[in-house]
């Protein structure tokens, strides 16, 4: 990870490299892209979950969206209405 | 939050008609609330909210903190959106989250609803201390703050003549606002008659666009050389005089090869003077066809638009609405309880009834 000055000192910008093999070649890649589980979409989850707790303190969710930033299983969603009682821990799991 | 006041949105007949991707069954809709907050959030700043305040709600959620928002872009918000990366895939880069307004956009449950979940609470809402009546104050969540900025986009100069396509409510603030900020000359273009009336009643010219064109009678009206100024707020659902070319963008729209049909933002740029300004609040949500870049370019015009970073106008317009300057409830036709929304919308996107604004009681 790198930690530089952004661009005319508008903050940090924070650089990840990642090495890794993935499974299955290019057919892989594809599967893992399609769930939403390549390393790239991950990493930009967690970019961008950083970025917020950084900046807001807190990781920004939404009924929709009740994990917050997730490439995997992002559509459809939770519809964006109040989750129910039982529902947080299914949709949290 | 108990909501106590919400409101029906052009901008929510674009999602009910289709137009705006993303949508689920079971989305709970509206952007336009305000009421009473009856809990707080362990992380929410007492000194700033507590139980029993009286708040209206801003549609665009903003963090405060990213540089978007330090730089008052709050509809621009960098964190606010856990669907950042589809609005991405859609727009370039991300938009800030916006209740009851699509997955695009966050997935947040709205406000046409008996409680809300307010997000940041102490970063966004606005806290109403004076005894203002609800319709007073309801309209600073979007429409009023947008009509504003239109306006204001405007860089109105003294003795411009502003010409606004759409007479919805969140053009009748526009005009008032390009009143307020100096204009000389306001003149309202659309084809509802009941709308066209409310726009002459405060005084400004009135153009039907079905009935006549368009460009010759703003040339009339602006001593050849068009308006200096012109606000589009119709956005993508904009019907035409001329049934061919109505045609052409409904058929390609109704096969998505065009997501947006913008007549009035094509005749905003081919009527404005060299040099104009073109602001635009009708809402666009994809792609359009035959935009006239080549009157925009050769002739010198300037284009703005934005959702609106209503963050930024709620405190000013507050202040406006307590000294009497603005009075948010003359576009009020109907008020319905909430059970009764669905007629509301009826009424609201049939143009039925006179309808120009609903007002939905929990
Ligand atoms: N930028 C923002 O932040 C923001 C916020 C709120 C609303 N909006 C948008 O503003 C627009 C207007 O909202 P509203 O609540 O007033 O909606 P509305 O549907 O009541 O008003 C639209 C008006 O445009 C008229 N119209 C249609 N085609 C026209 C044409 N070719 N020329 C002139 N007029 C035409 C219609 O007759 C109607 O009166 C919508 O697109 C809405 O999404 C934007
Ligand atoms: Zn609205
Ligand atoms: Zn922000």
């Avoid at chain 2, 895939?89 to 009851?100: D, E, L, N, Q, R």
Wanted: proline content about 6%; overall charge negative.
């Amino acid at each position: 990870m790198r930690f530089e000055p952004a661009p005319g000192r508008r903050g940090t910008a924070v650089y990840v490299t990642l090495r890794y093999v993935m499974p299955g070649g290019a057919l892989g890649k594809a599967a893992a892209k399609y769930f939403g589980e390549e390393p790239s979409q991950q990493l930009d989850d967690d970019l961008r979950r950083f970025k917020q707790v950084i900046e807001v303190g807190e990781v920004i969710r939404s009924d929709g969206a009740p994990r917050g930033k997730q490439a995997r299983q992002e559509f459809p969603q939770h519809p964006a209405r109040p989750l129910s009682d039982e529902e947080p821990k299914e949709v949290m799991a | 939050m108990k909501i106590t006041s919400t409101a029906i949105c052009g901008s929510d007949l674009h999602l009910l008609d289709g137009y705006v991707p993303t949508m689920q069954k079971g989305d709970v809709m509206g952007h336009e609330f305000m009421g009473e907050v009856v809990e707080v959030g362990s992380g929410v700043d007492r000194d700033k909210l507590r139980v029993g305040d009286r708040v209206v709600v801003p549609f665009p959620i903003g963090c405060g903190a990213c540089s978007a928002c330090q730089n008052e872009l709050w509809s621009c918000c960098e964190n606010t959106n856990p669907n950042a990366g589809v609005a991405e895939k859609m727009f370039g880069h991300p938009v800030a989250g916006i209740y009851g307004y699509s997955h695009l956009t966050g997935g947040f449950a709205g406000g046409q609803a008996e409680y809300a979940r307010v997000v940041l609470a102490d970063v966004n809402p606005l806290k109403i201390e004076s005894d203002l009546s609800d319709e007073q104050v309801l309209f600073l969540s979007d429409i009023l703050p947008t009509g504003y900025m239109g306006a204001e986009m405007c860089d109105i100069a003294d003795g411009d003549v502003v010409a606004v396509w759409g007479a919805g409510p969140v053009r009748q603030f526009a005009m008032d606002s390009a009143r307020v900020l100096g204009a000389a000359k306001v003149i309202a273009i659309d084809d509802v008659p009941y709308r066209l009336e409310m726009a002459a009643s405060q005084g400004y010219e009135t153009i039907h666009y079905s009935d006549t064109d368009v460009r010759s009678a703003l040339l009339e009206l602006t001593g050849g050389r068009g308006p200096d100024k012109c606000i589009d707020a119709v956005g993508m659902e904009a019907t035409h005089g001329a049934a061919h070319v109505d045609l052409y963008d409904r058929v390609k729209q109704a096969v998505r090869s065009e997501t947006d049909r913008p007549h009035a933002l094509r005749q905003a740029i081919t009527s404005c003077r060299s040099g104009g300004i073109v602001s635009v609040i009708g809402v666009y949500g994809g792609f359009i066809d035959k935009f006239p870049a080549g009157a925009w370019m050769n002739r010198s015009l300037t284009l703005r638009t934005g959702q609106c970073h209503v963050q930024r106008y709620m405190g000013p317009l507050l202040d406006r609405i307590e000294r009497g300057e603005i009075d948010p409830t003359r576009v009020i036709t109907h008020r319905l309880p909430l059970a009764e929304a669905p007629h509301g919308y009826h009424i609201f996107k049939n143009k039925a009834d006179g309808c120009e604004k609903v007002v939905l009681k929990p």
